[in-house]
């Protein structure tokens, strides 16, 4: 569904050149959920936009259902850090704004955003402004935004890093949910591992400076998954360990003989 190919980008500024990415290859399947974690830096914001086409690469290629990516596409929803909610729209307004965007019939488009709303804890809001709900109410009608459209493929950027805990795990619980049921693919971006291991289908471990796969791990642990007490801890916790150790290790390796 979404394939890169010697993907690098470049940037170019007053105080000098920044590779942020390297020689990325990278396929992800129809349907898969895909989460790239890295350190802060190793390009992994870019990676994303990359995908939705709002940053040209400056190498390799990159398409989506088969068509090269040159621009945004309407069947590929982003989901930033920050909700980025019109502040002069009501919640369902913001969450219809596509709708409006591509021209699409709002009267077909209403039930369903209610229906996203109640799904994510928010039915009776639909009338609120933005400034009068929590942050993490905020990132829920970013959610919904991003899933009115029905995409075919979900970028999300750390779209839970801002809220608590327990709400971050509450969101995560309903995005399985929602990638079971739509079958949409999905490429996470997060610097939690849980949050990684509890999502993906396959984690990509990006090192910095520049950005390269590092390496890519699978998490073959049965569906639906959870942060509390289950059936699979024992794996659960050996991928978070494989992980976390990629995420520490030095980025020259050391010579064979000091390795463990
Ligand atoms: N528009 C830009 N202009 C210049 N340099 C940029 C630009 N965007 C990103 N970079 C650089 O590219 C590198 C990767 O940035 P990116 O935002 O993709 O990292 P990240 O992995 O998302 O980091 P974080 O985890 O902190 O969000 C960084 O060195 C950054 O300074
Ligand atoms: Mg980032």
Known sequence: ??????????????????????????DVAEG????????????????????????????????????????????????FQRPAL??????????LLPVEIFGWRR???SARAQEL??????GGFEKRLPHELSGG????????????GDPRVMLMDEPFSALDALTREELSVELQRVHMESSATI???????????????????????????????????????????NAHLEQVARCSADLHELLMERDAPAPAGERG
Not at 86 to 95: A, K
């Open 137 to 148: 109410m905020q990132q829920r009608v970013s959610l919904c935004r991003s899933l009115i």
């Open 117 to 122: 709303l109640d799904m994510v804890g928010l």
């Open 32 to 79: 898969e959920f895909v989460a790239v974690v890295g350190r802060s830096g190793c390009g992994k914001s870019t990676l994303l936009r990359l995908i939705a086409g709002l940053l040209p690469v400056t190498e390799g290629e990159i398409t989506v259902a088969g068509e090269r990516i040159t621009k945004a596409r309407r069947d590929i929803a982003m989901l």
């Open 86 to 95: 019109l502040p002069w729209r009501s919640v369902l307004d913001n969450v």
């Open 1 to 26: 569904m979404i394939r890169l190919a010697g993907v690098s980008r470049t940037f170019t500024g007053r105080s000098g050149t920044v590779e942020a990415l390297r020689g990325i290859d990278l």
């Open 107 to 109: 009267a077909a488009y």
């Open 187 to 229: 490429v996470f971006v997060t610097h939690s591992i849980d949050e990684a291991v509890l999502l993906a289908d396959r984690v990509v471990v990006l090192s910095p400076r520049p950005g390269r796969i590092r390496k890519v791990v699978d998490i073959d642990i049965p569906r639906p998954r959870s942060l509390g007490r």
